[in-house]
């Protein structure tokens, strides 16, 4: 009995000295228990109650029972499904559950626009009943434009892909799914290309190291391929050998561009670039228009429902072809130039100096004769408008997520259209600025959600308001 006990010293005696002043592993090990999932968040995670405490948890669903691993820090993990609601599928992109870059894969397709209708009901319940959520036929493939990020693992190996999710731990990413597959092709075929040409990724904490991202913006319509080499120094060793081997590789590329991005910070492009090869930017058609496409412009990501998107805004418009329509937010002039073919005329105002130059050169592209650009603040601008007795008729916005301010919303209630079309990428932030409008003079009177971004918990719509 003692010597046993001797032993048993020994041993605590053993992980004292291992251990140090660290705790063992089993107080950092996370706690498993067995959970009922009761909802989704409106980001794809599943709710369930633990020990009085809401748990959010990817890849849950609700009616799912689950093992689930509930650590100290951070978010509850899935470690089982217990059992499975019918409409749960295996995902079929083998990063799903480390990327993040796609939130609910998990769900059939039919799910996924069940869910997102179900969000864009409850948000916008007080302002009527919205239409069915337009989904896309091949829920795939569909970006335009596709980033991967360039960084080496241990013993040097060169990785080109994604972040971990909610890390800035990068994952080797052969194939993203709702990556255009041509873009994948050419990102690895420059990964393959590195090594023979002596050059590194780009290492942020040292600040060494050639290659950041590779950026690919693909004309779905043109077929046309713009390729941006994101690079942490100007200087590029054997940059015309280089591009003769990734056009070797890939005579469909229509243009090379570097950009040079020395900032520390998390933006992927920086503001100085370099053609290469080509034109500098490529063209693709949208709403029957073709549109020039720069490394910095911005382009709707998926064309297939833009074209659905785009076409119900002109549609909740109304133009007969006398109206004044004023696209506030224009960007690179999308919606606007598109409304000028049934408008009188149109006043696009953009704070963006590069896109409104791409605006009004795509007006000229097109030979458009009656759309006008204006580098500025939509409000401001809207505000002299109406001060000078300016009217317009239809006033089309599109904000960012964070959606418009209040200075925006009350210039267009000053300048007073009869009808006011609201595109939005975050039904939430578009719901808060639907109350301000309704309790100026104006009433909703049609809503449509629009599945812009398969796989992922993002959904968009557009939203008529007439003056009351």
């Avoid at 228990?33 to 849950?60: Q, S, V």
């Avoid at 073919?341 to 791409?358: F, S």
Wanted: charged share 25%.
């Amino acid at each position: 009995m003692a010597k046993g006990n001797k032993k048993n010293q020994k041993k605590s005696h053993n992980q004292q000295k291992s251990y140090g002043k660290q705790k063992p592993p089993k107080a950092n090990q996370p706690k498993t228990a067995e959970m009922t999932c009761t909802g989704l968040t409106d980001d794809g995670k599943g709710i369930a109650e633990w020990k009085g405490k809401r748990l959010e948890i990817p890849h849950l669903l609700p009616g799912e029972k689950a093992e689930v691993a509930v650590p100290k820090r951070g978010p509850a993990k899935v470690v089982k499904v217990i059992e499975a609601v019918d409409y749960r599928r295996k995902a079929p992109c083998p990063y799903f559950y480390e990327c993040g870059g796609c939130q609910i894969q998990h769900m059939t397709e039919k799910a996924q626009g069940d869910f997102k209708q179900g969000i864009v009901d409850r948000l916008m319940k007080p302002f009527g009943k919205p239409e069915p959520i337009m989904t896309m036929e091949h829920p795939y493939d569909y970006r335009n434009k596709n980033t991967m990020t360039f960084g080496e693992a241990g013993k040097r190996e060169i990785i080109g892909g994604l972040y971990k999710q909610n890390s800035h731990d990068l994952i080797q990413v052969d194939r993203c799914l709702i990556h255009d597959p041509k873009a994948d092709d050419i990102i690895g075929t420059i990964k393959k290309l590195l090594p023979s040409f002596k050059l590194r990724p780009y290492d942020e904490d040292s600040g060494r190291g050639f290659l950041r991202h590779v950026l690919v913006k693909t004309g779905k319509t043109s077929g046309q391929i713009m390729v941006v080499l994101v690079t942490g120094t100007p200087e590029f060793k054997g940059k015309n050998n280089f591009v003769k081997a990734l056009r070797r590789e890939h005579p469909e590329i229509s243009t090379i561009i570097q950009n040079i991005n020395t900032r520390n910070d998390s933006m992927v492009l920086g503001n100085q670039e370099k053609v290469l090869f080509g034109k500098g930017f490529i063209t693709d058609t949208l709403g029957g228009l073709e549109f020039e496409i720069s490394a910095r412009s911005f382009y709707q990501i998926n064309p297939v429902q833009t074209e659905k998107l785009y076409g119900k805004a002109v549609e909740l418009a109304g133009l007969t072809g006398k109206e004044t329509v004023v696209d506030a937010y224009c960007g690179i002039g999308t919606i606007g130039l598109i409304a000028s073919k049934q408008a009188g005329n149109v006043i696009g105002v953009e704070m963006n100096k590069g896109a409104v130059k791409d605006a009004i050169r795509n007006s000229k592209h097109n030979n458009v004769k009656n759309a006008r650009f204006y580098q500025g603040d939509a409000g401001e601008f809207m505000v002299n408008m109406a001060a000078e007795k300016k009217k317009a008729d239809v006033v089309i916005l599109d904000p960012p997520r964070s959606g418009s301010d209040e200075a925006f919303l009350s210039s267009v209630v000053t300048l007073s259209p009869e009808r006011v079309v609201y595109v939005s990428c975050n039904p939430e932030t578009q719901v808060r600025d639907l109350h301000y409008l309704t309790k100026k003079g104006y009433k909703v009177k049609e809503i449509h959600p629009v599945d812009m971004f398969p796989q992922t918990y993002h959904v968009e719509t557009v939203v008529l308001l007439e003056k009351k």
